[in-house]
């Protein structure tokens, strides 16, 4: 099954103190990494940057290691339209998604990919999205 892995989840799976780590290594558990995972630049961005901020520069180095070592990373940077595209979603929701929500949507849609592993209750509002949690 292809599933796209948000930041909420990675960054909790990561970091021991986070609210919803707890919840991520039952994800973990259930075997969620034996699917076909898929991110996206502006995730990878985003927790390399939570993670380095939050803990140390070591485990942002490792968990980068980890995820390009485990995980296809969609480059949406050379897609024409993505940033416009994704402004259409981003307008359409009325600001209750990020951009970087909405990006996801957008990357999720280009690729075919219905499962999104997220702790963000908003994708719930999504049609064509199953978050997983």
Same mark, same amino acid.
């Given at each position: 099954?292809?599933i796209f892995l948000d930041s909420s989840? /990675? $960054?909790?799976?990561? #970091?021991? &103190?986070?609210?919803? *780590? !707890?919840?991520? %290594?039952? @994800?973990?558990?259930?075997?969620?990494?034996d699917n076909e995972c898929y991110i996206?630049? /502006? $995730?990878?961005?985003? #927790?390399? &940057?939570?993670?380095? *901020? !939050?803990?140390? %520069?070591? @485990?942002?180095?490792?968990?980068?290691?980890?995820?390009?070592?485990?995980?296809?990373?969609?480059?949406?940077?050379?897609?024409?339209?993505?940033?416009? *595209?994704?402004?259409?979603?981003?307008?359409?929701?009325?600001?209750?998604?990020?951009?970087?929500?909405?990006?996801?949507?957008?990357?999720?849609?280009?690729?075919?990919?219905?499962?999104?592993v997220s702790f963000d209750k908003y994708?719930?509002?999504?049609?064509?999205?199953?978050?997983?949690?």
């Amino acid at each position: 099954m292809k599933i796209f892995l948000d930041s909420s989840f /990675l $960054i909790a799976y990561v #970091i021991e &103190t986070d609210e919803n *780590n !707890k919840l991520a %290594l039952k @994800l973990e558990n259930e075997n969620i990494f034996d699917n076909e995972c898929y991110i996206n630049n /502006l $995730i990878l961005n985003e #927790i390399v &940057t939570v993670i380095g *901020n !939050k803990t140390s %520069l070591d @485990l942002a180095v490792n968990t980068y290691n980890a995820i390009k070592d485990n995980c296809n990373i969609i480059n949406d940077y050379n897609k024409p339209n993505f940033n416009d *595209n994704v402004m259409k979603i981003y307008k359409k929701n009325n600001t209750k998604l990020s951009f970087t929500d909405c990006a996801i949507i957008e990357t999720m849609n280009e690729n075919n990919i219905s499962n999104l592993v997220s702790f963000d209750k908003y994708f719930d509002r999504v049609l064509g999205i199953k978050r997983i949690h």
